[in-house]
């Protein structure tokens, strides 16, 4: 370890995350998500993120604690508010538009990282920890807002007991489309889901 890296480990907690710039943050985050995709999460290694962003280790450990903070921080940034301005007046409307906004590229690239973090979270405390920490439980999505929306429209009643699935429901259909169907889940096969399953429990 070089004197610039021992210094760079021994800095105050204070001035984490101070020393990256936003489109710096973003290009470590999307490497992250492209080696979580090509090896999964056992492979992936501090090491090889700083390989392929050209950052030393040192600086990674400065800005976040380990592994399962990086690859929950990554996706919680490239996820982002996927629900944003959406607001159609319909449950069925908002949902659709939803599916629509997906390119079937971006859906293949989140059934990779579904599929990659599936066995993860089970053999990984901590990084479920981090998953429900930073993702799961500030629904940073959307999703849950617009849920309460037609709730409060009186298209879903508030004690439905789907309610509290339907994200469960939404990545069953990412895992399962491939290994059922050997098809990826693309937008098309989201929309005939979302009409025949999806919606028909919420409204029961």
């Known amino acids: 370890m070089t004197a610039t890296e021992l210094t760079e480990q021994t800095v105050a907690p204070r001035t984490r995350r101070g020393r990256l710039t936003p489109e710096r943050e973003t290009e470590l985050y999307t490497a992250v998500l492209d080696l979580l995709r090509e090896v999964g999460y056992e492979a992936l290694t501090m090491d090889a993120v700083a390989t392929r962003t050209r950052c030393s280790k040192a600086t990674l450990y400065r800005q976040w604690t380990g592994k399962p903070e990086l690859v929950a921080q990554a996706l919680r940034h490239t996820k982002g508010d996927v629900v944003g301005d959406i607001d159609t007046g319909s449950l069925h409307g908002d949902l659709h538009e939803l599916i629509a906004r ?3 590229q971006k859906l293949a690239n ?6 990659g973090l599936v066995h993860a979270v089970h053999t990984h405390p901590d990084l479920l920890e981090a998953l429900q ?5 500030p629904d940073p999505t959307g999703l849950e807002a617009l849920l309460c929306r037609a709730v409060a429209r009186g298209e879903v009643r508030p004690n439905c007991p789907a309610l509290e699935y339907v994200p469960y429901i939404l990545i069953g259909a990412l895992v399962a489309r491939p290994l059922v169907g050997n098809q990826p889940p693309d937008r098309a096969f989201l929309l005939h889901y979302l009409d025949s399953v999806i919606l028909p429990s919420l409204r029961a």
């Open 102 to 104: 997906m390119d079937d």
């Open 110 to 115: 989140e059934t990779a990282l579904v599929r």
């Open 133 to 137: 920490d930073l993702i799961v439980d």
